[in-house]
């Protein structure tokens, strides 16, 4: 009897758990599917060497690439599920596909072994999703036009009568938006944004597209940027510069496996392979900020000594609910 239990323990930890493939099997697997199509809202010149990677690695697997901005390719996930087309194997895209997605069972459980690199807070406990980059949501300036012991420290100070018609913002924050909800308390979130509209924004839609027009003089501040771009700008010797108020808002950038892959082994293998020490070293020589442990992006101060938060992309409701707010509150339509 003692045999026949300890053979049951046994077999018990060396059986697979659902949802998983050993690495063997998974290997052999997507061999034979040879073909693995990535959906996903980064832009090309940074997702197109990432597949390159991968394609190297494995040469033996075919990579699609399909990308699309991020309501887009909400919207034609959902539409192709509807009429019962199946194309997506992995998917990487801002956190607000998760919900959706997961309600209607496109999206599977897959606890990658690389996910144990991966801190707490940028993961899910059941391995529907994990976040691969990092956007920092910082405020940005022209450094000609705005000296350093100008800048407003604090949000609030961005209430200041002197910066009336100076700021600009994207028509479309909508995450950091949901996250200072979170961090200031709704109730008095929403009194700062009403006393912000107040402050007249200068609109416009695009982070790098804000840059650029920064960097002209069309404006001396931007309420919110993600601090890489600017130090691709500054590449440029643009006169631009970002700096942090802290707990700086932090957007990640999610990699998940479809719940109806038509290539589920090498869909796997993709997210192994972007999870990764070499996948997350492309993020970085893309000018991201990887979100892999020990993997400092370029430059550091993009990441170290930084205290940032991250909400949950699962709580603080519909994502949609978040969007008409943010319109609402600032009159877009």
Avoid: C
């Amino acid at each position: 009897m003692i045999q026949l239990f300890l053979f049951g323990i046994f077999f018990f930890f060396l059986r697979e758990s659902p949802g998983q493939t050993s690495p063997g099997n998974l290997l052999e697997e997507a061999k034979k599917e040879g073909k693995v199509t990535f959906y996903t809202t980064t832009n090309v010149s940074e997702s197109k060497p990432l597949l390159d990677g991968f394609r190297s690695r494995y040469p033996f697997i075919e990579p699609e690439l399909n990308r699309a901005g991020g309501t887009a390719l909400l919207n034609r996930i959902v539409n192709e599920a509807k009429g019962g087309k199946h194309s997506m194997d992995v998917l990487a895209a801002r956190p607000e596909f998760i919900i959706p997605l997961k309600k209607t069972g496109l999206l599977a459980k897959y606890d990658s072994p690389e996910r144990r690199y991966y801190p707490d807070n940028l993961k899910d406990k059941e391995g529907y999703w994990t976040a691969y980059f990092l956007n920092l949501n910082t405020p940005g300036y022209n450094t000609r036009l705005v000296s350093a012991n100008e800048l407003p420290r604090t949000y609030e100070e961005m209430l200041h009568p002197r910066w009336k018609g100076k700021l600009s913002m994207d028509t479309e924050d909508f995450e950091w938006f949901r996250t200072l909800l979170k961090l200031k308390v709704k109730e008095n979130g929403m009194k700062f944004f009403h006393a912000l509209k107040e402050q007249e924004p200068i609109f416009r839609r695009g982070h790098a597209l804000q840059v650029q027009l920064m960097a002209a003089g069309e404006f001396p501040l931007v309420v919110n940027l993600y601090a890489h771009r600017i130090e691709t700008f500054k590449q440029d010797r643009a006169p631009v510069e970002w700096y942090p108020i802290e707990p700086v808002p932090t957007l990640i950038f999610v990699v998940m496996v479809s719940g109806k892959a038509p290539h589920p082994a090498s869909g796997r293998l993709l997210t192994d392979y972007i999870l990764s020490r070499d996948g997350q070293e492309f993020i970085r020589k893309s000018h991201r900020v990887p979100a892999r442990d020990g993997i400092d992006p370029d430059p550091p101060r993009l990441k170290k000594g930084l205290k940032w938060y991250v909400a949950d992309p699962e709580e603080g409701g519909d994502y949609a609910e978040i969007v008409s707010l943010y319109r609402k509150t600032f009159g877009l339509r």
